[in-house]
């Protein structure tokens, strides 16, 4: 009867070892002559003995009333699923737990084959449907009624939970609006401190750089402080530090702690422009990109100009988000008014960074530079940023909506 199934999937009838089995099927009628009339065949696949998922491969077929229904099985030990069927000994009293195999029967007609529509709408169906659907054809008149009653319960949860998220993201935006709308100079810029007299007082270097960080970056700047041109022009090969920082070195300065704050400043500052051109995928690669740095000023990185969330896959992921790239470039700007005591070319800082000179030119002036274009004895002109005293800060502009905040 099953001569078919036997000569096309090479199965071993009745193999041994088989577990007990837990089979579900819809479309047999399981009254009371359903023992007398069932037939039940279990098989193994033993065409690849070496192959373990397949090997420990089940096929259940039941006959009744001259319906063939057929099943497969795959060992919980693969999939991670356990299915355990208990035994009691009617003369102890206990009940032993023995591992179980669960199958879905499905209908089996010998020789008919799905056409190309019957495949795009089983492709299409999942597990749940198709079953609902099988129930739906075979089942009798309380199961469909309990599946039409699951539908339209189902339905009305599914419109009343779209207007419940279409009210709640509607308040989310107002609310992302609203902070958006009160956010000022200090959740973008750096502290400046406008009612400075001297230019050295305007900025703090320990709102760039904390004692921890200058204290951990001190054996990186005694590198830098015996390095020679020789080692600049390897760098420049190796594209190891931006070319703001490689076009300052190497550094003559006597004062010892003077020194050591420079260099510091332009360490910071490399460290910044990398985290600035790294891409989605690279900021979860920081020990990669973030080689013989120290683990304190990493960490403070990505602190302050980094978030982490949950995707769609429901991991957790870093990224950048528009607000906090501004305040990143923000900082970049301020510390090369630092490092140039307050008057920089910043045409450098645009072919490192890839920012435009003109979005540049206005991120030097939010913080109350102004902006002009140098002509140099060559002839060729430089766009240079200048700072002064007292430092006065315009209103800060954002393009969407055309508003202005201060």
Same mark, same amino acid.
């Given at each position: &009867?099953?001569?078919?199934?036997?000569?096309?999937?090479?199965?071993?009838?009745?193999?041994?070892?088989?577990?007990?089995?837990?089979?579900?099927?819809?479309?047999?009628?399981?009254?009371?002559?359903?023992?007398?009339?069932?037939?039940?065949?279990? !098989?193994?696949?033993?065409?690849?003995?070496? #192959?373990?998922?397949?090997?420990?491969?089940?096929?259940?077929?039941?006959?009744?009333?001259?319906?063939?229904?057929?099943?497969?099985? =795959?060992?919980? &030990?693969?999939? @991670?699923?356990? %299915?355990?069927?208990?035994?009691?000994?009617?003369?102890?009293?206990?009940?032993?737990?023995?591992?179980?195999?669960?199958?879905?029967?499905?209908? !089996?007609?010998? @020789? =008919?084959?799905?056409?190309?529509?019957?495949?795009?709408?089983?492709?299409?169906?999942?597990?749940?449907?198709? /079953?609902?659907?099988?129930?739906?054809?075979?089942?009798?008149?309380?199961?469909?009624?309990?599946?039409?009653?699951?539908?339209?319960?189902?339905?009305?949860?599914?419109?009343?939970?779209?207007?419940?998220?279409? +009210?709640?993201?509607?308040?989310?935006?107002?609310?992302?609006?609203?902070?958006?709308?009160?956010?000022?100079?200090?959740?973008?810029?750096?502290?400046?401190?406008? +009612?400075?007299?001297?230019?050295?007082?305007?900025?703090?270097?320990?709102?760039?750089?904390?004692?921890?960080?200058?204290?951990?970056?001190?054996?990186?700047?005694?590198?830098?402080?015996?390095?020679?041109?020789?080692?600049?022009?390897? =760098?420049?090969?190796?594209?190891?530090?931006?070319?703001?920082?490689?076009?300052?070195?190497?550094?003559?300065?006597?004062?010892?702690?003077?020194?050591?704050?420079?260099?510091?400043?332009?360490? %910071?500052?490399?460290?910044?422009?990398?985290?600035?051109?790294?891409?989605?995928?690279?900021?979860?690669?920081?020990?990669?990109?973030?080689? #013989?740095?120290?683990?304190?000023?990493?960490?403070?990185?990505?602190?302050?100009?980094?978030?982490?969330?949950?995707?769609?896959?429901?991991?957790?992921?870093?990224?950048?988000?528009?607000?906090?790239?501004? &305040?990143?470039?923000?900082?970049?700007?301020?510390?090369?008014?630092?490092?140039?005591?307050?008057?920089?070319?910043?045409?450098?800082?645009?072919?490192?960074?890839?920012?435009?000179? *003109?979005?540049?030119?206005?991120?030097?002036?939010?913080?109350?530079?102004?902006? &002009?274009?140098?002509?140099?004895?060559?002839?060729?002109?430089?766009?240079?940023?200048?700072?002064?005293?007292?430092?006065?800060?315009?209103?800060?502009?954002?393009?969407?909506?055309?508003?202005? *905040? /201060?």
């Amino acid at each position: &009867k099953n001569k078919s199934l036997n000569e096309t999937l090479r199965v071993q009838e009745q193999p041994p070892n088989t577990p007990p089995v837990i089979c579900t099927t819809s479309a047999v009628d399981r009254g009371k002559s359903f023992r007398k009339k069932t037939k039940i065949t279990c !098989y193994q696949n033993t065409a690849n003995p070496d #192959n373990p998922r397949l090997a420990c491969q089940r096929m259940l077929v039941m006959d009744c009333d001259g319906i063939q229904s057929v099943g497969k099985s =795959w060992e919980s &030990k693969i999939y @991670g699923t356990q %299915y355990m069927v208990g035994v009691l000994d009617r003369t102890t009293g206990e009940m032993e737990l023995r591992p179980a195999a669960m199958i879905n029967m499905k209908p !089996y007609v010998a @020789g =008919w084959k799905e056409t190309e529509e019957e495949k795009g709408e089983k492709e299409e169906l999942g597990f749940v449907e198709r /079953h609902k659907k099988l129930m739906m054809t075979f089942g009798d008149n309380r199961i469909q009624r309990t599946i039409r009653g699951k539908d339209r319960i189902r339905e009305m949860e599914s419109s009343t939970l779209d207007e419940a998220m279409q +009210e709640a993201v509607g308040s989310v935006e107002e609310a992302a609006l609203t902070r958006e709308t009160e956010l000022s100079h200090s959740a973008l810029l750096p502290p400046i401190n406008t +009612e400075a007299t001297e230019l050295s007082d305007v900025f703090s270097i320990t709102d760039f750089i904390s004692e921890g960080e200058l204290e951990a970056l001190r054996p990186f700047t005694e590198v830098l402080k015996e390095c020679t041109q020789a080692h600049v022009d390897e =760098w420049r090969e190796q594209k190891k530090y931006p070319e703001f920082v490689l076009s300052r070195l190497p550094v003559v300065i006597e004062d010892e702690v003077e020194a050591h704050l420079h260099l510091s400043q332009l360490l %910071y500052l490399s460290y910044l422009i990398r985290l600035a051109t790294m891409k989605q995928a690279m900021l979860k690669k920081r020990k990669e990109y973030f080689q #013989n740095t120290p683990t304190i000023v990493t960490d403070a990185l990505y602190r302050k100009f980094t978030s982490r969330g949950q995707s769609s896959t429901g991991t957790l992921r870093t990224s950048i988000s528009d607000a906090l790239r501004t &305040k990143m470039v923000n900082h970049i700007a301020a510390l090369t008014l630092i490092i140039d005591r307050f008057r920089v070319n910043y045409e450098e800082l645009s072919r490192d960074t890839g920012i435009k000179p *003109r979005i540049l030119a206005e991120t030097y002036r939010s913080m109350g530079c102004s902006c &002009k274009k140098v002509k140099k004895p060559d002839g060729s002109v430089r766009a240079v940023a200048v700072l002064a005293c007292p430092v006065k800060l315009p209103p800060l502009v954002f393009r969407k909506g055309g508003q202005k *905040r /201060h």
